[in-house]
């Protein structure tokens, strides 16, 4: 979220949990240019300490989590940024998403760990890794957008929580492997075309492809974002042991946050009614519209969901 | 723009797709071939899946067997600790997709102003995470250029500090553009394919990509694309580094 007026209208859509970001006062004047997290501070933040401070207090006792996941900061950030980061949960932050394993080692080292969510942007994709993080002490981590089914029921280990992506803003690298700045445009934008040697009927399967990562060109079905979509999943994910779900937009409009929120909430019911992917495809359909993107799986962050649909979930 | 110096150490395997990575008799070979030169042999190793991660340790114990024992350039957290579980009596050396430093090309080739640069000589950035790969037992610290230009630090961890040149990775994904051109139909490529092994259809080739917002030479191979360092940004970071490995072309 990105202002304190959107908390009650998420609650009764049915969030349970929230992120937003923050940059530390004095920031841009040491830093210029350099971002806090992954995104745009104008567009994603939130306004202040103060409208965090009642972020926390609607929220009640829902879960309030603070982004400081840039990929990287230059000197002397690390050091502003630990110490902020443990002025926001002294305000009532219920933990931290960190990528930069500096950040991490420091507010591990200052006895934060356990408020500590490794971000997607660290890309935890293997048990190894995951016990490695659950070694210094973290708290969750967050999955990459691209992974497996089967894979995830590979990395989830004990004594860790487990946050995967289930709702919008595809993204066409890994992002924790994608070492461009989208302050100077998303990178992935132009990619594809200028590529010598690669047959245009691939081009054109990699543009289709591009194009459903942005929510169809940016569309919505009823109201509903038309992105990446991972809801019919949720039954195989709840079975493996995933704590949380990712919806994905913190910069987005209310309305897209609320109808995103609202069909997640949805389908987790259904879910955790008994319900299969099969009923959870048609319960999304019936209110998104498009089935076509369904069927044929263009939206699916977890598209092996429909290889499974026999096994116990 | 090389300071002189002599061949050390001969790298091969892959740091980005585990799919490439080379079966045991070839890296016998490699480590036959630097052995008989009386340098180093250097195998890197790529970000992981459960499967990569299992076909890496399967490499690995099969040196057991033949009395093999590499340097091993780890690029992934699940990687470091295998080695430092079940292998440590290979040396292991941090790579460089430890460092997530910005390398975008569309502002690498901008010159810095002089404060920005002044910047780049400090050893404060990754300060932390040296002393940690240090007592995780990591010799070695290596990366490509980044536009910070001071990760590999000022030598005081006593880790050795390794330059990539001339390439620089911008970007890769699972989602390979030419594994996808393999695939027969829509319906085995990018996320729908990622489940379907890879032929590696991409060894020894790189395809040049044109892109109007950066002059600097770009390529595709395989599922990362890399770009070439702008001179001003390598010398830079050659004065901080122990140890330069040259790349003959980009290559994942």
């Known amino acids: 979220m990105r202002h304190s007026i959107e908390v009650a209208p998420l609650l009764e859509a049915g969030a349970d949990e929230f992120f937003c970001g923050l940059t530390p006062p004095g920031w841009e004047s040491r830093f210029g240019k350099a971002w806090a997290s992954r995104r745009a501070p104008g567009s994603a933040d939130v306004p202040d300490a103060d409208d965090f401070e009642r972020i926390v207090a609607k929220a009640g006792s829902r879960p309030v989590y603070v982004t400081l996941n840039a990929p990287y900061y230059p000197a002397g950030a690390v050091e502003m940024l630990a110490e902020f980061g443990a002025r926001l949960l002294g305000a009532g932050a219920a933990g931290l ?140 994910l709840l079975a493996l042991g995933v704590v949380s779900f990712k919806v994905v937009g913190r910069e987005a409009s209310l309305p897209r946050k609320l109808a995103s929120v609202q069909i997640a909430a949805q389908a987790l019911r259904l879910a955790k009614q008994g319900a299969g992917p099969k009923q959870i495809q048609e319960a999304v359909v019936a209110l998104r519209g498009s089935p076509q993107m369904c069927e044929e799986r263009h939206l699916c962050y977890y598209p092996d969901i429909w290889r499974k649909e026999t096994s116990a979930c | ?44 190793t790529p970000i992981a899946t459960p499967a990569g991660l299992a076909r890496i340790q399967k490499l690995l114990a099969g040196f057991a067997q033949t009395g093999e024992a590499p340097a091993v350039v780890f690029n992934d957290w699940g990687v470091a600790n295998l080695l430092r579980e079940s292998f440590p009596h290979l040396e292991r050396r941090a790579g460089r997709l430890i460092n997530r430093g910005l390398r975008d090309p569309r502002l690498m080739d901008q010159v810095p102003d002089a404060e920005t640069a002044l910047e780049a000589t400090g050893s404060e950035r990754g300060r932390r995470m040296r002393a940690h790969l240090v007592r995780f037992g990591v010799t070695a610290l290596e990366t490509d250029v980044d536009i910070e230009g001071s990760f590999l630090g000022d030598g005081s961890e006593g880790l050795q500090r390794v330059l990539y040149l ?84 980009p290559s994942p």
């Not at chain 1, 660290?122 to 967050?142: E, K, P, Q, W």
């Not at chain 1, 081009?203 to 079905?221: D, I, M, P, Q, V």
């Not at chain 2, 050390?8 to 797709?17: D, I, K, N, Q």
């Open chain 2, 1 to 44: 723009m090389l300071p002189p110096g002599q061949l050390r150490a001969l790298y091969f395997g892959s740091e980005f797709c585990a799919d490439l990575l080379p079966g045991g008799a070839a890296v016998r070979r490699y480590c036959a071939r630097a052995r008989s030169a009386g340098i180093e042999a250097v195998l890197l």
């Open chain 2, 166 to 249: 001339p390439f620089a990775f911008a970007a890769s994904s699972r989602n390979c553009l030419v594994k996808a051109e393999g695939a027969p139909t829509s319906d085995e490529c990018f996320t729908k394919g990622l489940e379907i092994p890879c032929k590696g259809s991409c060894r020894g080739r790189r395809d040049r990509i044109e892109r109007a917002d950066t002059r600097l030479p770009l390529w595709r191979a395989g599922n990362t694309i890399f770009f070439e360092v702008p001179q001003f940004r390598a010398g830079a970071m050659i004065q901080q580094a122990d140890r330069i490995v040259l790349h003959g072309r």
């Open chain 1, 97 to 236: 998403i960190v990528a930069d394993t500096d950040l991490l080692l420091a507010l591990a080292e200052s006895g934060h760990g356990q408020h500590l969510h490794v971000s997607s942007l660290a890309t935890c994709i293997n048990a190894g890794s995951a016990r490695y993080y659950r070694d210094l002490g973290v708290r969750r981590i967050i999955l990459p957008r691209h992974v497996t089914l089967d894979e995830i029921g590979q990395i989830l280990i004990p004594d860790l929580e487990f946050e995967v992506f289930l709702l919008n803003d595809g993204c066409v690298f890994e992002e924790g492997l994608c070492a461009t700045t989208h302050a100077a445009g998303a990178f992935c934008t132009l990619d594809g075309e200028g590529t010598e040697g690669i047959l245009p009927a691939t081009l054109e399967r990699y543009a289709f492809w591009k194009w459903t990562l942005n929510h169809s060109g940016c569309r919505t079905g009823n109201g509903y974002p038309m992105g990446p979509c991972g809801l019919c999943a949720i039954p195989r």
